[in-house]
C-alpha cells in the first residue's frame, strides 16, 4: 500500500491554456474523488467515481472541467482554457467499499498566471 | 445542505498546554465524522472517523469525542510537532451521496 499519489505536485500555466492532472489511488479502492482546496478554506468536493462511472458531480464542476476513470484505476482531471479563480490545490482521495475513509493524496497545486 | 463550522480559526498553545478544537456540524443524518490534520503544502492525512453520538477515538496525544451536533479533538500536552491545520468534515445519509463536507479547519500552532 503505497498510499495515493498524484502528478504533477506543482503546475504553473498561463491564462488559457488547458492542463490535466493525474491520481493514482490506493490499489484495490474502487471509490476514487477529486477536490479543490483554496488558501484558507477547507476542501471543497468536484467530483466522484465508483470503478470507472463518474456517480457524482458538484455544481462547482463547470463544463470547462471534465475528469476520467477508464480502467477503473487511475483518473484525470482536465481544466480547459484555464482561468486564474482555477489557481488552487487539487486533491484526490481513493476509499474502498468497505470503509468510509477517504485517503487523500499530496495534491496538485494549480497557479494561473 | 451539510455544514461544518470550526473554531477557533487559530490557536497558539505553549508546548504542554492542553485545549480543544470545536467542529459544529448540521447534516441530514450523519455517516461519519472524520478528522484529518494537514500540514502546509500537503494533503490531509487521516486521523479519525467516528460513527455515532458518544463515541471516542484517541492516537497519541489526540482524543476525538462525539456528540449530536459538535465533536471536540482534545489534544493534551502538545509538542511543537503537533502544529498543523485540522480539518473536520462529515458524510451526511443522503443516498447517493459520497463526498465529505469540510469545515475551514483550525490551524494551531505549538510554541516550544
Known amino acids: 500500500d503505497t498510499g495515493v499519489s498524484q502528478d504533477p505536485r506543482h503546475k504553473i500555466t498561463k491564462r488559457g491554456q488547458n492542463v490535466t492532472f493525474r491520481c493514482d489511488p490506493i490499489?484495490?479502492?474502487?471509490?476514487l474523488y477529486w477536490y479543490r482546496q483554496t488558501l484558507g478554506q477547507g476542501p471543497e468536493f468536484l467530483t466522484y467515481?465508483?470503478?470507472?462511472?463518474?456517480?457524482?458531480k458538484s455544481r462547482l464542476l463547470s463544463d470547462r472541467f471534465s475528469a476520467e476513470r477508464p480502467k477503473g484505476s487511475f483518473s484525470t482531471l482536465e481544466i480547459q482554457r484555464t482561468e486564474q479563480g482555477d489557481s488552487a490545490m487539487y486533491l484526490c482521495?481513493?476509499?474502498?467499499?468497505?470503509?468510509?475513509?477517504?485517503?487523500f493524496g499530496p495534491g496538485t497545486r494549480l497557479l494561473v498566471l | 445542505e451539510d455544514q461544518v463550522t470550526q473554531s477557533p480559526e487559530a490557536l497558539r498553545l505553549q508546548e504542554g498546554e492542553s485545549s480543544s478544537l470545536n467542529c459544529s456540524y448540521t447534516?441530514?443524518?450523519?455517516?461519519?465524522l472524520f478528522w484529518y490534520r494537514q500540514d502546509p503544502g500537503k494533503g490531509p492525512e487521516f486521523l479519525f472517523t467516528?460513527?455515532?453520538a458518544g463515541e471516542e477515538k484517541e492516537k497519541e496525544r489526540l482524543k476525538a469525542t462525539l456528540t449530536k451536533k459538535e465533536s471536540f479533538l482534545h489534544i493534551t500536552a502538545p509538542k511543537p510537532e503537533d502544529s498543523a491545520t485540522y480539518l473536520c468534515?462529515?458524510?451526511?445519509?443522503?443516498?447517493?451521496?459520497?463526498?465529505?463536507?469540510f469545515g475551514q479547519g483550525t490551524r494551531l500552532t505549538i510554541n516550544p
Open positions: 490499489s484495490e479502492h474502487n471509490r
Open positions: 468534515a462529515v458524510r451526511g445519509l443522503i443516498q447517493g451521496a459520497q463526498k465529505l463536507v
Open positions: 467515481f465508483q470503478n470507472e462511472a463518474q456517480l457524482e
Open positions: 467516528l460513527y455515532s
Open positions: 447534516v441530514s443524518g450523519l455517516r461519519g
Open positions: 482521495a481513493s476509499a474502498s467499499n468497505s470503509q468510509e475513509t477517504q485517503y
